[in-house]
């Protein structure tokens, strides 16, 4: 089965610095990917996906992510967070490589932002 | 704009309760997960239904049922609830494969 890793479980930045959140997957074929943010107390909202094509993906609220495939990596960035942004990330890859309706996700990564 | 909902956003019950938590999603999705969150494990799956009265077990399906007689709704039950399914309960809908999910707001349920 497909799998991802967030390695940070909690990370804390300053108001209007640069972002990175780490997400690392195993899968066997090219991969679909996801990013998820979810806010205190609801549900999770999607930033961005990749699917194929060009590696850097941009998403909602000013979020990109690259695909990098001889890292499997597929790390978020934001150049300059707003205290908005404090919440929970998660990725997310499809279970298997043949058809799959389901998604396995990372365990989060809980982003904290200081004025 | 596309929309899933979820019964109840705060439920507290007390153990050896039946519990239904419910779904609707407006997306005409065949597919309707229901997940649980709890802290430093992410989400993790408990059933899945990929189409009206079908439905396929997760990684966590012991002590959940799930019903799914219209194409927008599915139920989770939780036939005698106990003191470990206190959690946050998540609903998703998705169309066909490789497709993202979408999410309802959430019920945090607490069993006392």
């Known amino acids: 089965a497909q799998s991802v890793t967030q390695p940070d479980i909690h990370i804390t930045v300053s108001e209007g610095a640069s972002l990175e959140l780490r997400c690392n997957y195993s899968?066997?074929?090219?991969?679909?990917l996801f990013w998820y943010v979810q806010s205190p107390g609801q549900g999770l909202q999607l930033l961005l996906k990749?699917?194929?094509?060009?590696?850097l993906v941009q998403g909602i609220k000013g979020f990109e992510a690259e695909f990098k495939r001889s890292q499997s990596s597929f790390n978020l960035r934001k150049p300059s967070v707003h205290w908005s942004d404090a919440a929970e990330y998660f990725c997310?890859?499809?279970?298997?490589?043949?058809?799959?309706?389901?998604?396995?996700f990372g365990t989060g990564t809980r982003l904290t932002i200081i004025p | 704009d596309v929309k899933v909902t979820q019964s109840s956003r705060y439920l507290v019950k007390r153990t050896g309760e039946k519990v239904f938590l419910e779904c609707v999603q407006d997306m005409d999705h065949e597919n309707m997960f229901w997940y649980r969150q709890d802290p430093g494990l992410g989400l993790r799956l408990i059933y899945f239904?990929?189409?009206?009265?079908?439905?396929e077990k997760g990684d966590i399906p012991e002590g959940y049922s799930v019903s799914r007689e219209k194409k927008e709704r599915f139920s989770l039950i939780l036939e005698s609830a106990s003191t470990n399914q206190t959690s946050m309960y998540l609903c998703?809908?998705?169309?066909?494969?490789?497709?993202?999910?979408?999410f309802g707001p959430g019920t945090r349920l607490t069993v006392l």
């Open positions: 990749y699917f194929s094509g060009d590696t």
């Open positions: 998703a809908s998705s169309r066909g494969v490789y497709n993202e999910q979408f």
């Open positions: 239904s990929y189409d009206v009265k079908m439905k």
């Open positions: 899968y066997g074929a090219t991969p679909y």
């Open positions: 997310a890859v499809p279970i298997s490589n043949f058809g799959n309706e389901k998604l396995t």
